[in-house]
């Protein structure tokens, strides 16, 4: 089944700590893309790649980071610098200009 | 990326049509009405999409005003698992523009 894969489903994170949650794709999608959710509102884009080896910066991309070494990956690392980063992360990919952007099941990371 | 307004929250009966407006007033010629949803904790879901002539498919119509400023989503037999947050997002679609903004969408609850 082709499809986006996300993982853990869960994440704790404990005060300054590093931790990275994992996006896989087996769609062919050149573009990949991360968002943050909090409760109760829509998404905002944290980064995105339009191809291997080369990403941009989304709307609030302080306090993470990315790397797009192969086409099907497309980590997200969640850094100490990011202050509040409890919420509901998910993963999409589409084919530039295309009109669909596909979402995996997210990742719900919680601080302890 | 033109701004939208929903309503927060709808309600609809089982089996009947349940129809979800936007306003999009600022909407530019070449930006496309975009209609996603999000069950509960998962990932958003693509619904259906158009330029300026009605859409339909296998889930949705999409019925757009002449002048382009509001559109409707209808769902024609809604079922209990229509229950969503229903997105409606205006974007053109480019390359280099590739972000989709979403705001905090219309709760929809189908009603036994």
Not at chain 1, 34 to 40: A, E, F, I, K, L
Not at chain 2, 89 to 106: D, M, S
Request: charged content about 20%.
């Amino acid at each position: 089944d082709g499809g986006i894969t996300q993982s853990p489903k869960y994440l704790f994170r404990k005060e300054g700590q590093n931790v990275t949650l994992s996006c896989e794709q087996n769609l062919n999608h050149d573009a990949m893309y991360w968002y943050r959710q909090d409760p109760g509102q829509g998404l905002r884009l944290i980064y995105y790649s339009q191809i291997v080896n080369d990403f941009q910066k989304g709307d609030i991309a302080e306090g993470y980071s990315v790397s797009r070494e192969k086409k099907e990956s497309f980590p997200l690392t969640v850094t100490s610098a990011q202050k509040n980063p409890t919420a509901f992360y998910l993963c999409a990919s589409s084919i530039p200009q295309q009109e669909t952007q596909y979402f995996g099941p997210g990742t719900r990371l919680l601080v302890l | 990326d033109a701004k939208t307004t929903q309503p927060p929250s709808m309600d609809c009966a089982e089996g009947r049509a349940a129809n979800l407006p936007c306003n999009h007033s600022t909407i530019s010629g070449n930006e496309y009405v975009y209609w996603y949803r999000q069950i509960h904790s998962q990932g958003p879901q693509y619904i259906i999409h158009g330029l300026k002539n009605n859409e339909t498919n296998e889930m949705a119509s999409l019925i757009i005003t002449e002048d382009r400023k509001s559109s409707t989503l209808i769902l024609p037999h809604a079922t209990l698992r229509d229950t969503a947050v229903y997105y409606c997002i205006v974007r053109v679609v480019a390359f280099g523009n590739e972000k989709l903004t979403f705001g905090t969408g219309t709760r929809l609850t189908i009603i036994p």
